[in-house]
């Protein structure tokens, strides 16, 4: 049985080849590479990787400063996946800026296409696909929601300092992650009775965590984005993130693997 069109998870995998007594296996690979990119071996017990590139596809694995990847990794390289071969279509239809920034051809006549899909090559060629270098993300149910986009709607909040919207090919619903503004924060608290200088524990009370969203989901409405795109369950964050604390770089772009890290158990606990 071949799994394909958005990732399977490591769990249901498992799960899948106990209750089917077949062998369920994962492929990888997008519209822009014809669907091909590589597919795990009938023979390959393990679960959560996409298999070894098919015959006509090269792999490549390119650094994400960003993202803290790189193809020296240890114990095993890590990166950008980009995708090589015949496959491999022309670009965008009538979208020739698209086209440049995502494809390119090499000094040998080779086509190859940015995937924006991190990865990690196992030590016996089989890719595994780790993380998302671009904003797009797939739900389990098949929307795509683009995180970035999310953002830029919620940071027009007028409580909202900084946001990380979450959601991978595993959940079903988006959630935010919000530091809010210190001057709306205390006024909010004021005007709720609470002590305006507990920042930590305004993050954690309840009627505050109410407030917010309901305000996230006035501002959400007005911006027109559609149900699958409002976080469902949000986070405040009394950590300031700036470079030092490692969760921003230094032009203040979201570092979202570290984030994701950093606030791991409170994502968990908004999946739960």
């Known amino acids: 049985m071949l799994s394909g069109g958005a990732p399977l998870s490591e769990d249901t995998q498992y799960f ?9 296996i994962q492929g990888y690979g997008l519209t822009e590479t014809c669907g091909g990119g590589t597919i795990c071996n009938l023979w390959d017990k393990t679960c959560g990787r996409a298999g070894a590139p098919i015959g006509c596809t090269e792999v490549k694995l390119a650094s994400w400063e960003e993202g803290g990847y790189t193809p020296y990794d240890k114990p095993n390289p890590r990166g950008e996946v980009i995708l090589g071969g015949a496959n491999i ?21 080779q086509r190859w296409f940015h995937t924006g899909d991190i990865g990690e090559m196992d030590t016996d060629g089989s890719l595994r696909i780790i993380d998302r270098k671009k904003d797009l993300v797939k739900l389990h149910a098949g929307e795509y929601v683009a995180l970035g986009k999310v953002e830029s709607v919620l940071s027009r909040c007028s409580l909202v300092e900084s946001v990380c919207v979450y959601a991978d090919a ?15 924060m205390a006024a909010l608290a004021k005007s709720l009775n609470l002590n305006p200088n507990d920042m930590e524990a305004l993050c954690e009370n309840p009627t505050i965590v109410n407030k917010v969203m309901q305000l996230i989901e006035t501002t959400g409405k007005s911006e027109k984005l559609e149900k699958f795109e409002m976080p469902k369950k949000i986070k405040l964050c009394k950590e300031a993130w700036t470079p030092e604390t490692d969760l921003v770089t230094q ?22």
């Open 16 to 24: 899948m080849n106990v209750c089917m007594c077949c062998p369920v």
């Open 89 to 109: 279509t022309m670009g965008y239809f009538k979208m020739p800026e698209k086209t440049k920034e995502s494809f390119y051809v090499d000094r040998y006549g």
């Open 170 to 184: 595993g959940t079903t619903y988006v959630v935010a992650l919000i530091v809010p503004r210190a001057k709306e």
């Open 251 to 272: 032009s203040l772009k979201l570092k979202r693997r570290n984030i994701a890290t950093f606030y791991a158990q409170s994502i968990r606990a908004m999946y739960t």
